[in-house]
């Protein structure tokens, strides 16, 4: 089986060897500034990429999180280090180009680990589909919602024109709002559709009759 690839943008030495001890799991790639990680990224995309803030040549990695998230914006990015407050902390988490986790330094191996095993299994590619799948899911019960509310309204307006069509008084707007448990809005918006359709006679109700003579009929 082939082992994951992981990207780690680390300038330090001593602490590229840590992750080499504890990571021999994995298939490791350095690069020391953020834009040796640009091109590093370009060549081969990575499974998740592990990320320094201090890096070489007085880069910070922080400001390369935009350009990495546009290459690879499915792949889950784990930021390690000591020299941010909470507030770089929680600015880098929010956004649509957001790291996914955020570990202090000096690095507790174990939960980078564990954090890492969850990154690759519930991020990246998985949350693209994930999210896909719930857009989806969405729109349909949207259209569903939509259909619901058209038949609905058919219905009704067939209900209302064989109410009114053979009457010779003007409909009681209330009393047909009541009827069908919908606003008055709603009925006057039914009969007016009805009328722009041919369905029933335009003077059967006046649209500029106002609301206050159908008060009056209830």
Known sequence: ???????????????????????????????????DALSAVARRPPDLIILDHVLAEGQLGLDYLPELKELVPHVPIIIVSGALEVHQQMHALQGPRRAHYCIAKPVDVDELRKTMEIALRECGETEVVRQFEALERSKRVDAEALFSRSTDRLSRQTEIRRLVAGSKERPNVSALAREFRVARRTIIRDLQELI????????????WESDAEDEADA
């Open 196 to 207: 722009r359709r041919g369905e029933i006679r335009p003077e059967i109700y006046p649209k």
């Open 1 to 35: 089986m082939n082992k994951r690839h992981i990207l780690i943008i680390e300038d330090d030495d001593l602490q590229f060897e840590i992750y080499e001890e504890a990571l021999s799991d994995y298939e490791l790639t350095r690069a020391a500034t953020g834009t």
